[in-house]
């Protein structure tokens, strides 16, 4: 089968889907950009086309995923629901999402890395467009902030309203998304549990161990 020509119109998703897979396969050193091509039928200018390299490429497939999550975290955080209601959503839609896209949760454990040993101080002396991908890195890890404080923010509410018991705030949500992300990586699409009833048994696991009885 011919490889698309680069201005032929592709779907931004089913690369960023296709770059994941590849990454979970094969790891971020190993992968190259024609390899990423290749598994949606693409010329490799083709995928230059619409990605500058990998790195930018990696970091659009963290955003997507990253973004998907908050979408289903900030309704439930501003909702009027009790505080532990509101953390089994919580853990629920974000331990859902990676068992529906492993590829992506694996990203966000492994190859994260690729973007955080790069040193800002290279954008000096180098092109604007470098300088953008690195302002729009440092974007990323904010947002990543961001969405870890959506969930301390609601375990600090159940402590202060007495529905929980004082925790430190910042290692238990730490620990409680370690848990999680790791899902991305041992899930099994078809194994013994899927991802509502594993999201179920962490939820119950966690909240066991701040709910005031």
């Avoid at 010329?43 to 963290?62: C, E």
């Avoid at 839609?93 to 068992?99: D, K, Q």
């Amino acid at each position: 089968m011919a490889r698309k020509p680069a201005d032929q119109s592709v779907n931004r998703e089913d690369i960023l889907v296709a770059a994941a897979d590849v990454l979970q396969r094969n790891g971020y050193e190993s992968t190259t950009m024609k390899d990423i091509a290749a598994e949606v039928n693409l010329t490799a200018a083709s995928l230059y086309h619409h990605f500058k390299n990998k790195d930018a490429l990696l970091l659009a497939v963290l955003e997507a995923g990253l973004d998907m999550v908050i979408d289903q975290l900030e309704p439930i955080v501003q909702s009027d629901i009790a505080c532990n209601d509101k953390l089994r959503d919580m853990v629920r839609a974000h331990v859902v999402s990676l068992t529906k896209h492993t590829a992506v949760g694996a990203a966000m454990v492994f190859e994260i890395r690729a973007l955080m040993h790069e040193d800002n101080n290279a954008v000096k002396g180098r092109t604007r467009r470098d300088a953008d991908y690195f302002a729009r890195r440092d974007a990323f890890f904010a947002r990543r902030d961001y969405f870890e404080s959506l969930f301390r923010q609601v375990v600090q509410e159940g402590i202060d309203r007495g529905a929980f018991r004082p925790v430190d705030v910042p290692i238990f949500t730490k620990t409680l998304l370690g848990a999680h992300n790791w899902v991305g990586v041992w899930y099994r699409d078809g194994g013994r549990l899927d991802g509502q009833q594993i999201a179920d048994m962490m939820a119950d696991t966690f909240l066991r161990s701040l709910v005031v009885l």
